[in-house]
């Protein structure tokens, strides 16, 4: 599904965020990313996500190289993975529903199927019955959730989670975590990145681990 | 491996006319309900565009009223003939058909001094005193119009000249020779006004370029977890264009109504003027074709604005 082939990235500043990466996840795998800040873990966040194009090497999703995507290919390149944020990034002047909408009105699909669909993610997440609020009237752990369930709405076939429950108590990261879990059972890549070494260690998947830009343990 | 652009699967199976249609006309009403949070600052901006297109239509429209009162006026190239006091009745008659068989000249009219005073005294307002004279001090005039080939400056030149040869005539005066400068003056306008509205609505682009820019800002969150979630470039610009197309379509209105709403208090005074001058001459609105030009050419303002800002704004992003 994910596969890095000898990626650097070097920023116009000279530093080298990533350093000759190779990993692959496979379809429908469930894995960790860690490492301490300034490890790499967002540039290759964003390397995915093409908010930033390697330097050097291939990053492969789908079996497509998206680092070499025309501008005008990449919206689409990203539809397939559902990105999920520490900061949930909510549109705070729209209700629930409008914003687990919003990947399906950019897509363009039609209301009744909106509609459908927003419904589905949001049972899934447990927030049925809460469409017309807005976030801001919504706990931490609620807004976290809206936001998976805008990640999920189109179904993508990978999940992308930056420090998912950085904000959160335990017991409400458990609750995000097994969400996770419930995705990834059916077939969902999800690739998790989390210095909560804890909670990785406690769930028991395959661990990624960045250092100084290097790729030190894919295997975990 | 796979290639550049290979198997980009675009969600087409899921792609409808209809929904799409819908997404516009949304986006389009959504634009103008933004505005509704805050008309003050949205009104203000249509408001400055408004004033800034009103000056060059405005001035547009005087023009056109000035060129259609000269036009009113079909005695354009008129040479008024004085006659010596010492001509008599027959001497002027003489002399009128004289000039009426010359070749240069379409038509001869006589204006008998008799005549004259007599219409004077009707309507200058000093009949009382016209009657305390004891001589006509008015000369005979003859109302000559040269053919058309005279019609030049140049032409009108050499045979004013010639008139002024013959002894009997004792002044010659080109009767409508202002409304030529008048012409002149209003050509030279017209190109002014072109100057001035390329240069004003250079200013309508940058006040909705500033605008937008700000809004932009406003919304930078909306944009980046928009892009994120995969909106195509199209999609992000789309809102901005339709508020680009709303202050340039109510700019454009409000211009034009004040415009009108300028004529409509200048007109009163106007006619008045006119009045005294024996001219039924009104004021004339902006047309209404023209009036859609200029709507037309505030929302082309409007959106061109609108997409500079905007399509900048994204290829920053983009990488």
Redesign the interface.
Same mark, same amino acid.
Not at chain 1, 68 to 80: G, I, T
Not at chain 1, 105 to 111: E, P, Q, S
């Given at each position: 599904m994910l596969q890095f082939i000898n990626v650097s990235k070097r920023y116009s500043s000279g530093a080298d965020a990533l350093k000759n990466v190779n990993f692959e996840l496979q379809k429908g795998e469930m894995a960790f990313l860690t490492g301490h800040s300034g490890a790499g873990k967002s540039t290759l966040l964003k390397l995915i996500?093409?908010?930033?194009?390697s330097t050097q090497g291939?990053v $492969?999703l789908?079996?497509? =190289?998206i680092g070499? &995507?025309?501008? +005008? =290919?990449?919206?689409?390149?990203?539809?397939?993975i559902g $990105?999920i944020f520490q900061d949930h +990034?909510?549109?705070h002047d729209r209700t629930v529903f409008d914003n687990v909408a &919003?990947?399906l009105?950019?897509?363009?699909?039609?209301?009744h199927?909106i509609q459908r669909r927003v419904r589905a993610a949001l049972d899934k997440v447990n927030l049925l019955g809460k469409e017309q609020r807005y976030p801001i009237t919504l706990s931490g752990g609620e807004q976290q959730r809206i936001g998976i369930a +805008?990640a999920v709405v189109?179904r993508p076939p990978m999940i992308l989670a930056d420090e998912p429950t950085g904000n959160l108590d335990p017991a409400l990261s458990e609750e995000i975590m097994q969400l996770f879990e419930q995705f990834n059972q059916v077939g969902v890549t999800v690739l998790v990145a989390s210095h909560d070494i804890s909670l990785i260690q406690r769930m028991g998947y395959r661990t990624l681990q960045l250092s100084q830009g290097e790729m030190v343990n894919k295997d975990g | 491996m796979a290639s550049r652009r290979g198997n980009i699967q675009r969600p087409m199976r899921s792609f409808n006319l209809r929904s799409y249609l819908l997404i516009h006309l949304h986006t389009f009403f959504a634009s103008l309900g933004r505005f509704s949070r805050a008309p003050f600052n949205f009104m203000m901006t249509v408001g400055v565009i408004a004033i800034t297109l009103s000056l060059p239509s405005g001035l547009l429209v005087s023009i056109n009223n000035l060129k259609s009162l000269s036009g009113q006026v079909d005695l354009n190239n008129n040479i008024s003939l004085f006659l010596n006091q010492s001509v008599n009745l027959e001497q002027a008659t003489q002399l009128t058909t004289s000039l009426a068989n010359n070749e240069k000249i379409t038509q001869a009219i006589l204006i008998n001094k008799n005549a004259a005073l007599e219409e004077f005294r009707q309507y200058s307002g000093f009949g009382s005193a016209i009657s305390v004279l004891e001589d006509n001090p008015l000369p005979h005039v003859i109302q000559i119009t040269p053919i058309a080939t005279f019609n030049n400056p140049v032409a009108l030149k050499s045979l004013v000249d010639e008139l002024k040869q013959q002894n009997d005539i004792q002044l010659v005066q080109m009767d409508m020779g202002w409304l030529d400068r008048l012409n002149g003056i209003l050509n030279i306008a017209q190109r002014g006004v072109s100057i001035i509205t390329i240069l004003l609505g250079l200013a309508v682009l940058l006040i909705v370029s500033n605008t937008i820019r700000l809004e932009l800002q406003n919304r930078q969150d909306e944009i980046d977890i928009t892009r994120l979630v995969g909106a195509t470039r199209s999609f992000i610009m789309r809102p901005f264009i339709y508020s680009g197309f709303w202050y340039g379509f109510l700019g454009g209105v409000f211009a034009c109504i004040l415009v009108n709403l300028a004529i409509w208090l200048i007109d009163g005074p106007a006619s008045s003027l006119a009045n005294l001058y024996n001219s039924a001459f009104n004021l004339t609105f902006m047309p209404f074709s023209h009036a859609m030009l200029w709507i037309l050419f505030s929302i082309f303002l409007g959106i061109s604005g609108s997409w500079i800002v905007v399509s900048r704004y994204l290829s920053e992003l983009e990488n």
């Open positions: 996500a093409i908010l930033e194009r291939q $492969m789908d079996n497509q =190289n070499r &995507l025309s501008k +005008r =290919n990449v919206p689409y390149a990203r539809r397939k $990105m +990034r909510l549109l &919003l990947p009105i950019i897509a363009g699909l039609d209301r199927e +805008r189109n | -």
